[in-house]
């Protein structure tokens, strides 16, 4: 995270909103700094690499102090796929209503390392496996079923939320989003 340019083949290069400082200090190489209670965030319009309820896999390495923030959301109105972090961990949540929480101290003013991995094809929510530098640390009892249907050409939002909600105040690098779900061994 360098710049706003995709590392991948897949060339899904974001825009930024507010002023997010690049070329930060990061865990590996460079990273973005999000802010200071502004309204920093990147953005990719009309984002479908990963809809409905297909696989996939979402990591990120953050460093912050908050106890609550986005890390990033795509999908439609009721149908987005948010992956935030929150006083009790980790945790995904659709907006009709599914959750999947993790628990561990992701605002610690140190790295960390994210990972939220779900089967696709028809899976609960509840499938999604959170994990925090390598672990699993799902909370199923502070989880809610919920079906999963990102919708098509949403905005996907890095650093936050859609809506510029949640907005992250801190460091973020080496974020990936992946079609295809991560095993235990990968996190």
């Known amino acids: 995270l360098s710049n706003y ?25 460079y990273a973005i700094r999000f802010g200071n209670g502004s309204s920093d965030s990147l953005s990719l319009n009309n984002f479908n690499e990963i809809k409905e309820n ?6 990120s390495w953050i460093k912050t102090s908050q106890s609550t923030a986005g890390i990033l959301g795509w999908g439609t109105s009721n149908n987005r796929w948010n992956f935030i972090w929150n006083s009790q961990g ?5 907006e009709n209503g599914g959750e999947r929480q993790g628990s561990g101290t992701v605002g610690n003013g140190q790295w960390n390392h994210l ?24 909370a199923p009892a502070s989880s ?3 079906l999963v249907n990102t919708g098509n050409d949403s905005d996907l939002i890095i650093g936050g939320l859609p809506g510029g909600t949640s907005l992250l105040d801190g460091w973020m690098d080496e974020t990936r989003i992946s079609t295809v779900a991560r095993s235990h061994a990968w996190a």
């Open 5 to 29: 340019a995709d590392s991948s083949a897949y060339d899904l290069n974001v825009s930024s909103n507010g002023s997010p400082e690049i070329n930060a200090s990061g865990v590996s190489g």
């Open 54 to 59: 297909a696989p996939r896999s979402i990591e």
């Open 90 to 94: 980790p945790k995904i949540f659709t």
């Open 115 to 138: 990972l939220a991995s779900y089967p696709g094809n028809g899976s609960d929510i509840n499938a999604t496996r959170l994990y925090l530098n390598g672990r699993l640390i799902d």
């Open 144 to 146: 809610i079923d919920g």
